[in-house]
């Protein structure tokens, strides 16, 4: 039974590291999963203190996920049309592999300002507000998924060690 725990785990850790870059998965909460299910395993490998604190910091991610990329649109003078201008940009992108993810919210995002109403030179702004606080989300995102990574790695280390 620990094996097959171990197995999901894995794949809900890799599944989450995909969905830190993939807007429709969820990314730290699926790699937090991931840990989590160790939890069931005849030896425990996390303290509660741990995971409390690892939970906390998935919420805190995954709402600043949302809040970033806007924040970022606004410090640079965009407003909602940048933002789903850069989300959409984002879907299309994942069709052009990792050009197409990084390329694909700024492009969206400058089309997206540009159909408000707004000169090029706002618009590029703009786009590039939101592409940095793509980017920044996305690096946090990632930053939280390979520490939780670390740390199941280490522990099936162990377990194939044992």
Known sequence: MDI?????GVVLMLVGLAGCVLPFLPGPPLAF???LIQQLNTNPPFS???LWIMGGITVAITVLD???PIYGAKKFGGGKWGMWGCT????VG???GPIGI???PFVGAF???LLANNNSKQAFKSALGSFVGFLFGTLLKLVVCLVMAWYLGVFVYQFIVR
């Open 4 to 8: 097959a725990l171990i197995v999901i």
């Open 33 to 35: 999963l991931g840990l």
């Open 48 to 50: 509660a203190k741990f």
């Open 66 to 68: 949302y809040f970033v």
């Open 88 to 91: 959409i940009g984002l879907l």
């Open 94 to 96: 994942l069709w052009f």
């Open 102 to 104: 990084i390329a694909g």
């Open 111 to 113: 089309i997206g300002e």
